[in-house]
């Protein structure tokens, strides 16, 4: 079972320079999130999208964009890199948004570096 | 706000040795609490939970249990392994929205 698959794993980047993360889930699964971790910090809420052709901004939405066109797969867009995005991103999905019901399924990151 | 606070780590432990990592929050209602770990070069998996007060959660042979009083969910082990080595990660549900709240994460560090 593949589960939830980010790609790339890894990444580095010039600062102004723009890039697409990939997140993609296999368990036909509504929610999906997408998340920073910071040395010293918890996970903090980048997006999130309730269902396909839907997003919404969470704790942290500025310098991103994200797009969820098909129901497997939820992009994270850098459009302009800044080295304050310098992060371990991950993708979770959920089938329903209470986290309470359905634990929410993480991929195993995306360590993005900006120079 | 809704707020979680761990101990701050690495903690560093024994094979065989007792396990406690601190958590505790700040939150109105009455929140669902959660253990999530991550291991080496992995995501976040859900270790175990709790959804009211005096609630034990357990799984793999870790137990927090839901304190509404000291507003806490320490998480314990009886004798760790060197495989438990991995970073550890409280969170909040507020019974208001459905957003996570995170705690800063506690390392562990397990010593043959």
């Known amino acids: 079972n593949a589960g939830v698959t980010q790609t790339p794993k890894f990444r580095v980047l010039k600062t102004g320079q723009s890039m697409t993360l990939l997140c993609a889930q296999d368990?036909?699964?509504?929610?999906m999130y997408w998340y920073r971790q910071d040395p010293g910090m918890g996970l903090r809420l980048i997006h999130y999208?309730?269902?396909?052709?839907?997003?919404a901004k969470g704790e942290v939405p500025d310098g991103y964009n994200v797009s969820r066109l098909k129901k497997q797969n939820f992009l994270l867009g850098l459009e302009s890199a800044a080295p304050s995005q310098t992060s371990v991103y991950f993708c979770?999905?959920?089938?329903?948004?209470?986290?309470?019901?359905?634990?929410?399924?993480f991929g195993d990151g995306t360590r993005l570096s900006i120079l | 706000g809704d707020s979680v606070t761990q101990m701050e780590g690495p903690v560093t432990l024994s094979e065989e040795a007792f396990l406690t990592i601190n958590c505790t929050y700040t939150a109105t209602g009455y929140p669902s609490l959660f253990w999530y770990v991550q291991y080496p070069g992995e995501g976040l998996q859900l270790l175990l939970k709790a959804t009211k007060a005096d609630d034990k959660g357990s799984n793999k042979g870790f137990e927090a249990t839901y304190r509404k009083e000291t507003t806490s969910f320490h998480l314990e082990k009886g004798s760790v392994q060197v495989s438990d080595s991995a970073v550890y990660f409280c969170a909040l549900l507020p019974d208001s929205n459905y957003q996570l709240i995170w705690g800063a994460g506690t390392k562990l560090i397990i010593k043959p």
């Open positions: 979770a999905s959920s089938y329903s948004i209470l986290a309470l019901y359905q634990p929410q399924h």
């Open positions: 368990m036909n699964h509504e929610y």
């Open positions: 999208s309730v269902g396909e052709g839907t997003t």
